[in-house]
């Protein structure tokens, strides 16, 4: 039961920082873009997050405040690559594969070569703590698996149901789901196909970059050059795992992490089993279950990963 209680109980922070990205990858995707350049993204936003601690706070009331300023850095950041990325594939209409691939190597060699330069080896943060929900935190079982983590890890899952309404019952989130679907029709209505595609951007580049200050400033509680460890890619994998629903991806976020948590759990009790498998089985698990979902071609926005020009009519 303990052992068990404890897979849980690392699973869902471990989900954290591929939900967050996912979401922000699903509006991507939603408005007909793809960036594979989120692992870019949340590298910047991983350092910069716990930048901004280090530097001026030293422990103390104050520094919540400073792990607060660290987050809206980062997405700040994340917002602006988002920017950029979409000046490139939006206004440019570059190959959206090629021009992903280049933003992740962008911001990962950025990232560490901020990191080398203005702090010059690993140094940990006190982060932000545990904050476990009073009377609730105490159930048995229920209480350490679901009710005593950090206040993101509370925020991070608030926005699945956000981002839901956000997608399917506000205007904007129409004009996201035209200018992914149709967006020749979505231009004959009246909606800006490119400020839509913009502002999506936008918004995916600032949540990646969420995702990556919760994992130095949550998780590792340090900045190392391989501390996104391909989430990225796999939150972009978990968009097409997930349908593009927020639900279903935070299932897919949930599957990996827990999967995760169980190679360590495999590790840690001593198992007689090959622990390079065991680091393996999460990212089998998402190749395995993307190979059988059938329906993903199907269920996606149709004009992902096209560029959108007004003035060719075909």
């Known amino acids: 039961m303990n052992t ?18 996912s979401l922000g990858e699903m509006f991507n995707q939603r408005s007909g873009v793809f960036n594979l350049g989120c692992e870019g993204i949340m ?24 792990n607060v300023l660290g987050l809206l850095l980062a997405m700040g950041v994340g917002a602006l690559f988002g920017l950029l990325f979409a000046l490139v594939v939006v206004t440019f209409r570059a190959p959206q594969g090629i021009a992903g691939i280049g933003l992740q190597m962008f911001g990962v060699g950025v990232a560490g070569t901020l990191f080398r330069h203005f702090i010059g080896g690993t140094q940990s ?3 932000i703590s545990k904050f476990p929900i009073p009377l609730l935190s105490k159930i048995p079982v229920l209480g350490p ?25 506000t205007p904007w989130g129409l004009r996201v789901r035209a200018a992914g679907t149709n967006p020749r029709a979505a231009d004959s209505i009246g909606i800006n196909v490119t400020r839509v595609r913009y502002q999506a951007l936008a918004v995916g580049g600032a949540l990646a970059g969420l995702a990556g200050a ?11 050059d391989g501390i996104i460890a391909g989430r990225g890619f796999i939150a972009v994998a978990l968009v097409y795992f997930g349908h593009w629903h927020p ?34 089985l999460p990212y089998v698990l998402v190749i395995v279950v993307l190979a059988f979902s059938r329906e993903s071609q199907l269920l ?11 003035e ?3």
């Open 312 to 314: 060719k009519r075909i």
């Open 214 to 224: 919760y994992l130095s400033l949550c998780q590792a509680k340090m900045f190392s």
């Open 125 to 127: 943060v006190p982060g």
């Open 145 to 169: 698996i679901f009710f005593s983590h950090n206040v993101l890890v509370y925020i991070a899952f608030l926005f699945v149901p956000l981002s839901w309404y956000i997608l399917f019952r």
């Open 247 to 280: 639900v279903k991806i935070m299932g897919g976020a949930l599957l990996f992490s827990l999967a995760q948590s169980l190679q360590l759990a495999i590790q840690g009790q001593g198992i007689a089993f090959p622990y390079e498998f065991a680091v393996m």
């Open 4 to 21: 068990a209680v404890n897979i849980l109980s690392l699973g869902i922070p471990f989900s954290v920082a591929l939900l967050i990205a």
């Open 43 to 66: 590298a910047m936003g991983a350092f910069l997050g716990m930048l901004v601690p280090y530097s001026v706070g030293h422990g103390g009331p104050t520094s919540e405040i400073f």
């Open 300 to 310: 996606g926005p149709t004009a992902l990963g096209q560029p959108f020009n007004r």
